[in-house]
């Protein structure tokens, strides 16, 4: 714009010294007919310089203006992008959600199937030993039937009435009638056995046929599990490609991980509104079970005897699950055993520090509850994928992340040690871990304390 301003300047100080020039020569002139018609020139040439030079505020207003029109437009555009990325962005993250969900149930669908395949086996096993068994029975029984025939063969054609009827009555004619008795008797049990062993082996090989048919059914449907398995690994993981390629850099992973921080703090503040009366009625249950138990021990102090309330499994699960975590002297146990690749308080990305711990395990180890307690959330929320949170009492509560799939309901009531998930990558994970979190009072604290050794 500046070079434009100079080329015009230079443009009217030329023309206003051309008139200059002319005008020393008019004055050096006498007033003659060729002076006098050279003046409409000089006064042509100072309207048009006038002219031009004030018609360059104007143009350079009109230059501005539209170099602004040109980056409001941009502007506009790139503000459409952005809305664009956003949209496609939701649009994936609920395609994850999908994806993870469908992966959750065939990874938990193919765990009951190799359950039930395994039960079978054992019982496909066990019959193929029975029959085994009872095909020895058959062939030991032949065997003896077939030595009673050859030695009724030897006594010879006379039957026992043929003997009676000959009138021999010695001594020799008496045994050989009990003979007969007793080998007939004896024969005709084996018969029996026979028959039986036969029965029982034609039922055996019926049940086990039956065994089998299922176990082949089984087998298919582990198959397809199998199919479906691997089929939404596979999406997800082009999902997650599309995913990755369209997030911006660190400011915006940052603000969403915040949000997700959020989602999950309004998740869970949720379901303990939803719990809220239950949870109040069990401590008050719990609170006056405490004080029975510490009542009737002090009556027979008193008494002078030694009296220790034993509590019921239901009384024991309902004290154990509101009774909190207590304080963390590593009496917990770990929910899965790994290495430990993120700690707690380590730093995340920019002020964002790590609230829990992440631990690399296989994929589709079991985690386990840390605690007693009932299952408050298991669902897909962003950034942790399928989530399982326990609470334990008084305001604790243990969380599980990026799972593969969940073992539990919510509402269920769950033992330390007892299996709640199965290790996973959701949530966009690059590799199989556990996220685990404990919470006092809504915050986050270092799990660490509560973990053995």
Not at 138 to 165: S, W, Y
Not at 413 to 429: E, K, M, Y
Request: include cysteine; charged fraction near 25%.
């Amino acid at each position: 714009m500046r070079g434009k301003d100079q080329f015009h300047e230079s443009k009217v100080a030329l023309a206003l010294k051309a008139d200059k020039n002319i005008g020393d020569k008019l004055t050096r002139l006498s007033p003659t007919p060729a002076a006098f018609r050279m003046l409409p020139i000089l006064c042509a040439s100072v309207i048009y310089a006038g002219a031009w030079f004030s018609s360059f505020p104007t143009q350079a207003a009109d230059d501005n203006k539209q170099q602004l029109k040109s980056i409001q437009q941009n502007i506009a555009e790139k503000e459409k992008a952005v809305k664009q990325q956003q949209q496609q962005r939701s649009s994936l993250q609920d395609q994850l959600k999908a994806q993870e969900k469908i992966i959750a149930q065939a990874s938990r669908s193919l765990r009951e199937t190799q359950s039930e395949l395994a039960t079978l086996s054992a019982n496909v096993t066990k019959l193929t030993a029975s029959i085994k068994k009872l095909q020895s029975q058959e062939n030991k029984h032949l065997k003896l039937l077939e030595h009673q025939l050859d030695m009724a063969f030897r006594l010879g054609k006379h039957t026992g009435i043929q003997v009676l009827l000959s009138g021999e009555e010695s001594q020799r004619s008496e045994r050989i009638l009990a003979y007969f008795g007793y080998l007939n008797e004896a024969r005709q049990k084996n018969i029996d056995k026979l028959n039986q062993t036969r029965t029982d082996l034609a039922s055996e090989k019926k049940e086990l046929e039956a065994a089998q048919n299922q176990q082949k059914a089984i087998l298919v449907t582990q198959q397809q599990a199998q199919q479906q398995l691997e089929s939404a690994r596979i999406q997800r993981q082009k999902t997650l490609s599309s995913l990755e390629s369209s997030l911006a850099k660190d400011q915006q992973q940052l603000s969403e991980m915040k949000a997700n921080e959020s989602r999950l703090r309004d998740q869970i503040a949720k379901a303990e509104r939803e719990a809220k009366a239950r949870a109040e009625r069990e401590a008050r249950e719990a609170a006056k079970l405490q004080a029975q138990m510490k009542a009737k021990e002090e009556q027979a102090k008193k008494k002078g005897t030694t009296y220790k309330y034993k509590p019921t499994e239901s009384e024991r699960s309902l004290i154990a699950r509101t009774g909190g975590l207590g304080r963390g002297n590593g009496q917990a146990m770990w929910p899965v055993r790994g290495r430990t690749i993120h700690s707690f308080g380590e730093t995340l990305q920019g002020e964002l520090r790590w609230k829990g711990m992440v631990i690399a395990a296989s994929e589709g180890s079991e985690v386990k509850a840390i605690a007693d307690g009932r299952v408050l959330l298991a669902d897909w929320l962003q950034g942790y994928g399928l989530v399982v949170v326990v609470e334990h009492g008084k305001g604790d509560m243990s969380l599980y992340g990026y799972n593969q799939s969940a073992l539990v309901n919510v509402g269920a009531q769950v033992r330390a040690g007892q299996p709640i998930a199965l290790v996973g990558n959701s949530g966009g994970q690059g590799q199989p871990a556990l996220y685990f979190e404990i919470r006092r009072q809504g915050q986050a604290v270092n799990p660490l304390p509560w973990l053995g050794r």
